[in-house]
């Protein structure tokens, strides 16, 4: 009787720790989430060429990322590798495309069609997690992808002779390559929360190549500056660790915070009006998205609650 009573008590602070971890992760995702969303300003307002941006984004990222590193290693021995093995170094490598694409996108296309195109990045993860981890998508999730490519094949169609259509593919590469890095991070099972931060070695060394030849031209460097060293390593730090803590369907609707406030950003800003397809587009997206995000989120709340009807403490 005392091992059964023993055995409730424990499973009741289990109970009590993850509904504490679960705020925990919806603040922290919520954190990078909104932070994420000033990115593309940041990179408009400091006006400079696409490779001295690229340079002053990536190497700032880096030398604050080495930094808290550094700090949090000095306080815990057990702190998280920079790179955790091959899987860390593919990762970071993903990541370091992600950078050189999506600097090259927001040069090349508007920010609502960037940003509306890289939530297309659930719609590659859910593929290569079905190709490469065997995790089958249910219906809903085939049926809520196949919408969504309907939604791009509008924005992109769009871009037909306004000369967006490069900028849209670099930013269907961008999500391809945050979709593999998940993919591979979730096959991985490693931390990988400081590997985003140094994987953008790659562009830093081919920017930095680039900009010895052109030189450096920037008009506002500080802008730059801040969101490489500030916003870059909170957005990329919170969002990476969020999944420790909440479901990934959570995750995603903090990653649409992004799709629906940047493009918000530039248009106060800057003035910069979405066209008609890329609203309508966007607006395929952005349903989607939530829809299936909130259906799936239904079903994880009705398999714990059948759970703990046929599982009592």
Not at 197 to 210: E, N, Q, S
Request: glycine fraction near 8%; include cysteine.
């Amino acid at each position: 009787m005392a091992a059964v009573r023993l055995l409730k008590i424990a499973l009741r602070d289990c109970q009590v720790s993850t509904h504490t971890d679960h705020q925990k992760g919806l603040l922290i995702t919520a954190i990078g989430g909104l932070t994420l969303t000033v990115d593309i300003p940041l990179i408009r307002l400091a006006d400079g060429t696409p490779w001295t941006i690229m340079m002053l984004r990536t190497g700032t990222t880096l030398l604050a990322g080495l930094v808290m590193w550094a700090i949090w290693r000095s306080l815990d021995r057990n702190a998280p590798q920079l790179i955790p093995g091959w899987s860390g170094l593919a990762v970071a490598f993903c990541y370091g495309m992600t950078g050189i694409t999506f600097v090259t996108a927001v040069y090349h296309t508007s920010t609502a069609d960037l940003v509306f195109i890289l939530a297309f990045n659930t719609v590659f993860a859910a593929l290569l997690s079905w190709l490469f981890l065997k995790e089958r998508p249910r219906p809903a999730t085939v049926i809520a992808m196949l919408v969504m490519i309907v939604g791009v094949l509008i924005i992109v169609g769009g871009s037909v002779g306004t000369g967006h259509l490069f900028g849209d593919f670099m930013a269907l590469c961008s999500a391809l390559f945050v979709a593999l890095a998940i993919t591979i991070s979730r096959a991985s099972g490693k931390d990988m929360g400081f590997t985003a931060l140094v994987g953008v070695i790659l562009p830093l060394a081919l920017a930095a190549f680039m900009v010895t030849g052109e030189g450096l031209h920037v008009t506002a460097p500080w802008w730059i500056i801040f969101n490489g060293a500030v916003i870059m390593p909170i957005s990329f730090f919170c969002l990476a660790n969020g999944p420790k803590y909440i479901s990934g369907p959570e995750v995603a609707m903090f990653y649409l915070l992004e799709t629906v406030l940047a493009p918000a950003w530039v248009w106060l800003i800057f003035a910069e009006t979405p066209t008609r397809n890329s609203l309508i587009g966007g607006t395929i997206l952005i349903v989607t998205l939530i829809a299936h995000s909130l259906w799936q989120l239904h079903e994880g709340r009705k398999r714990r609650t059948d759970l703990a009807v046929h599982h009592p403490v």
